[in-house]
């Protein structure tokens, strides 16, 4: 389809908080063939651009002023098999959750624990996305990029190019702004080898009586935990969790320690270690609380709700309202995860 823009368009529907803000400039991009256009274009070249995807890690606190450029790049296929390996190129503007569907339906194995993530295909890299034991740089072989400063020009980088962190890659740095995910390629495995590690997960299939669990198990094991404790963006405005588990060095965790034994912890290489953000907020009395129509989720209190009305100046203020607390409580900083614009 040709590239089409237009004004005003409304973002309620391309946000998972379901902000009713509105883009001045819009477009989406469903045929990478359109890109050079896009980045040739006046309104491209004289406006500020923001790239969304599926709208799962973004706070609007207002109109946003330039180009709202949605990825609606569609496909998925098997580029080669590798003694048991299958190496799979998805799209960025693939739905994550399908696309985790359909690869288990290939026998394409890997994926499992990551499923129910809102979001699509080309945001899973930029903030290396991860649940119950795996992160999705384990699975990644290497992601198609376009450069926005050579017209669109391709480029291929490595799982090592994109220097995956928890939460962190190289498209929050330097590459922001510079690169675009267009597609990633995943290298999965013939061969089901299930990840059970995760406590909930060892609960659910203990509940349920698998013994030896199919990735296809895991996967529906993840689902069920996901609805049980995570609001449904569907029903309840959010952005899965809004902080990021603080890592802290190690003297300040043991100092923690002795005073709340309690404190989920793990090692997060480097002599540092990770804390449950949930678990520091849940402390300071704030699991369900609700301010309005902004709420912090009454079963994980790591996500931010919108209970109907709030704006993104209420959630915002919600969340420096968590923040300080947690701060005040344990004297640690907890950064927000999404996006806030
Ligand atoms: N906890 C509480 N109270 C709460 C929430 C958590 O006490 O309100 C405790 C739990 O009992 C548990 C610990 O904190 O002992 C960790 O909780 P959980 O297993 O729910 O995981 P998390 O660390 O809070 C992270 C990810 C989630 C991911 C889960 C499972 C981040 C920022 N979040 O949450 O990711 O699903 O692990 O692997 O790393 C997301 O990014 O949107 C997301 C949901």
């Given at each position: 389809?040709?590239?089409?823009?237009?004004?005003?368009?409304?973002?309620?529907?391309?946000?998972?908080?379901?902000?009713?803000?509105?883009a001045?400039?819009y477009?989406?991009?469903?045929?990478?063939?359109?890109?050079?256009?896009?980045?040739?274009?006046?309104?491209?070249?004289?406006?500020p651009?923001?790239?969304?995807?599926?709208?799962?890690?973004?706070?609007?606190?207002a109109?946003?002023?330039?180009?709202?450029?949605?990825?609606?790049?569609?496909?998925?296929?098997?580029?080669?098999?590798?003694?048991?390996?299958?190496?799979?190129?998805?799209?960025?503007?693939?739905?994550?959750?399908a696309?985790?569907?359909?690869?288990?339906?290939?026998?394409?194995y890997?994926?499992?624990?990551?499923?129910?993530?809102?979001?699509?295909?080309?945001?899973?890299?930029?903030?290396?996305?991860?649940?119950?034991?795996?992160?999705?740089?384990?699975?990644?072989?290497?992601?198609?990029?376009?450069?926005?400063?050579?017209?669109?020009?391709?480029?291929?980088?490595?799982?090592?190019?994109?220097?995956?962190?928890?939460?962190?890659?190289?498209?929050?740095?330097?590459?922001?702004?510079?690169?675009?995910?267009?597609?990633?390629?995943?290298?999965?495995?013939?061969?089901?080898?299930?990840?059970?590690?995760?406590?909930?997960?060892?609960?659910?299939?203990?509940?349920?009586?698998?013994?030896?669990?199919?990735?296809?198990?895991?996967?529906?094991?993840?689902?069920?935990?996901?609805?049980?404790?995570?609001?449904?963006?569907?029903?309840?405005?959010?952005?899965?969790?809004f902080?990021?588990?603080?890592?802290?060095?190690?003297?300040?965790?043991?100092?923690?320690?002795a005073?709340?034994?309690?404190?989920?912890?793990?090692?997060?290489?480097?002599?540092r270690?990770?804390?449950?953000?949930?678990?520091l907020?849940?402390?300071?009395?704030?699991?369900?609380?609700?301010?309005?129509?902004?709420g912090?989720?009454?079963?994980?209190?790591?996500v931010?709700?919108?209970?109907?009305?709030?704006?993104?100046?209420?959630?915002?203020?919600?969340?420096?309202?968590?923040?300080?607390?947690?701060?005040?409580?344990?004297?640690?900083?907890?950064e927000?995860e999404?996006?806030?614009?």
């Amino acid at each position: 389809m040709t590239l089409r823009f237009t004004r005003r368009q409304p973002l309620k529907p391309f946000n998972t908080f379901g902000m009713d803000v509105a883009a001045e400039h819009y477009c989406e991009l469903d045929d990478l063939a359109d890109l050079p256009a896009l980045l040739a274009s006046d309104v491209y070249r004289q406006n500020p651009t923001l790239w969304l995807g599926g709208g799962s890690n973004v706070l609007f606190t207002a109109d946003y002023p330039g180009l709202v450029a949605r990825l609606t790049l569609k496909g998925a296929r098997l580029l080669e098999t590798d003694g048991d390996d299958a190496i799979v190129e998805a799209a960025a503007g693939e739905n994550w959750h399908a696309f985790v569907q359909h690869t288990l339906s290939q026998g394409w194995y890997g994926l499992e624990n990551l499923s129910l993530i809102p979001g699509t295909v080309g945001a899973c890299p930029v903030q290396n996305i991860g649940a119950y034991g795996v992160e999705v740089k384990d699975r990644i072989e290497s992601v198609v990029c376009a450069q926005l400063e050579r017209g669109g020009e391709p480029l291929l980088l490595s799982n090592a190019d994109c220097r995956f962190g928890y939460r962190d890659s190289v498209f929050k740095h330097e590459a922001a702004g510079k690169l675009l995910v267009t597609a990633v390629r995943f290298r999965l495995s013939r061969q089901p080898a299930p990840r059970t590690g995760y406590g909930d997960i060892q609960q659910q299939l203990a509940a349920a009586g698998i013994a030896a669990p199919t990735p296809q198990d895991v996967s529906e094991a993840v689902i069920r935990i996901r609805s049980s404790k995570l609001p449904n963006p569907a029903e309840l405005g959010n952005a899965g969790s809004f902080f990021k588990n603080p890592v802290v060095p190690q003297a300040q965790a043991e100092a923690l320690l002795a005073e709340h034994p309690a404190l989920p912890h793990y090692p997060a290489g480097d002599g540092r270690v990770k804390l449950a953000a949930g678990w520091l907020i849940d402390q300071c009395g704030l699991k369900g609380y609700r301010d309005g129509d902004a709420g912090v989720h009454a079963r994980q209190a790591l996500v931010l709700v919108n209970y109907g009305k709030a704006s993104g100046g209420d959630i915002r203020a919600l969340a420096q309202k968590v923040q300080a607390a947690v701060r005040q409580r344990f004297g640690v900083a907890l950064e927000a995860e999404p996006i806030i614009l």
